[in-house]
T-cell receptor
């Protein structure tokens, strides 16, 4: 149980285009979802915290107009990278949290590799 | 959020026990200690969590001294498939509190 999926797993796009990444909790309702970014050989960096039905809370230095987060339901959150540029190329990972699950931990998705040409 | 310090990397041979220590000097009273494992191009995976003393599950043990300013993840008899990055995190459990990942420890297991 407690599976989180992401789609797509890999995406290649041209500079200037927008890319949407989906994060779904498959077998539980996630009250909170988190979005992380990870560059090669580096640790995960939290980008934003998203609660269902409310605006996301962005970490300092993360442009909210560039990284649009929508958490429309308890099982789905989306991250849209608008006007993507090569420096946005990274590994994007979401996680989901729900009260009542064992350990009350965050469950991570498999990640989405974004490459901007 | 309590900051954690871990060794950047460790090497081990297959079959050995590996102990990874994490320092968290300013851990708060309500904080739990959680360890995650991450393979390349995958999301982190929960390994173990504890508050004090010792916790053991099917994959690892977690040792936490009385002052809770450090913790040690113990992996018994590692195999090649345990090659990964291991993250120690400190924070509240039972809440949707954000996790702050440190540098992690890159464990390389060889034959």
């Amino acid at each position: 149980g407690a599976v989180v999926s992401q789609h797509p797993s890999r995406v290649i796009c041209k500079s200037g285009t927008s890319v949407k990444i989906e994060c779904r909790s498959l077998d539980f309702q996630a009250t909170t979802m988190f979005w992380y970014r990870q560059f090669p050989k580096q640790s995960l960096m939290l980008m934003a915290t998203s609660n269902e039905g409310s605006k996301a809370t962005y970490e300092q230095g993360v442009e909210k107009d560039k990284f649009l987060i929508n958490h429309a339901s308890l099982t789905l959150s989306t991250l849209t990278v608008t006007s993507a540029h090569p420096e946005d190329s990274s590994f994007y990972i979401c996680s989901a949290h729900s009260y009542g699950l064992r350990y009350n931990e965050q469950f991570f998705g498999p990640g989405t590799r974004l490459t901007v040409l | 959020l309590a900051k954690t310090t871990q060794p950047i990397s460790m090497d081990s041979y297959e079959g050995q026990e590996v102990n990874i220590t994490c320092s968290h000097n300013n851990i708060a009273t309500n904080d739990y200690i959680t360890w995650y494992q991450q393979f390349p191009s995958q999301g982190p995976r929960f390994i173990i969590q504890g508050y004090k003393t010792k916790v053991t599950n099917e994959v690892a043990s977690l040792f936490i001294p009385a002052d809770r300013k450090s913790s040690t993840l113990s992996l018994p008899r590692v195999s090649l498939s345990d090659t990964a990055v291991y993250y120690c995190l400190v924070g509240l459990t039972g809440t949707a509190s954000k996790l702050t990942f440190g540098t992690g420890t890159r464990l390389q297991v060889t034959l």
